[in-house]
């Protein structure tokens, strides 16, 4: 089997750049396993498809503002894209930048104030480090912009630090949203405890 077997064309004006107004009123695609008819559905009714008994895992992951933005000590812009915080308060990153960095290079960070520092290169990855003692967790969430999906072509809203977190996201961690989450709503919740659903957490 190859990646490219799941390559499939989806024009731009299918792909919807803005949430709608109340979570569970997405589109729902079922594939009814009996007979392997597909049926278009709503996502509120996803209560209708499952059993009394059954289990939903649930995430509860938080996204990080992931994306920050600064620049060099001789002007040149500079992206920021965290991939993995670390134990030690460093965090591996991506970067976007004109020139690859030099050990011990210095970002100044848009609020001016916020300076980080290239350590060094782990793998596919960059290790840097806050030059404060701000937890970089606080960091991101002062300084970072949500780290929308690519195929989202506007820049990131003030509303998107709300909606792009599920209902139960509570551990900070994340760079990207557990997506099919986004559409439980409470009183989706609510249905699904009512029909005898049962759900529980992990943190991924």
Do not use: C
């Amino acid at each position: 089997m190859r990646r490219d077997q799941f390559d499939y064309h989806l024009p731009q004006e299918l792909i919807a750049q803005q949430p709608l107004e109340e979570r569970s009123d997405s589109r729902l695609l079922v594939m009814h396993r009996h007979d392997m008819t597909r049926e278009d559905s709503a996502f509120r009714r996803l209560p209708d498809y499952l059993s009394a008994g059954d289990l939903i895992v649930f995430n509860n992951t938080r996204v990080i503002p992931a994306r920050l933005f600064g620049r060099k000590a001789t002007g040149g812009r500079v992206e920021i894209f965290l991939e993995r915080l670390l134990e030690d308060g460093s965090f591996l990153a991506m970067l976007r930048t004109s020139k690859k960095p030099r050990g011990g290079q210095e970002y100044i960070l848009d609020d001016g104030s916020t300076t980080v520092q290239f350590i060094g290169r782990q793998g596919d990855f960059y290790h840097l480090r806050s030059k404060t003692d701000e937890n970089p967790v606080d960091m991101f969430e002062r300084l970072g912009q949500v780290p929308l999906p690519p195929y989202i072509s506007r820049p990131p809203l003030a509303a998107d630090r709300h909606r792009y977190q599920t209902l139960f996201a509570r551990h900070p961690g994340a760079v990207a949203a557990p997506t099919a989450s986004l559409h439980f709503d409470d009183e989706l919740l609510q249905a699904l405890e009512d029909r005898g659903i049962r759900s529980t957490e992990i943190t991924l």
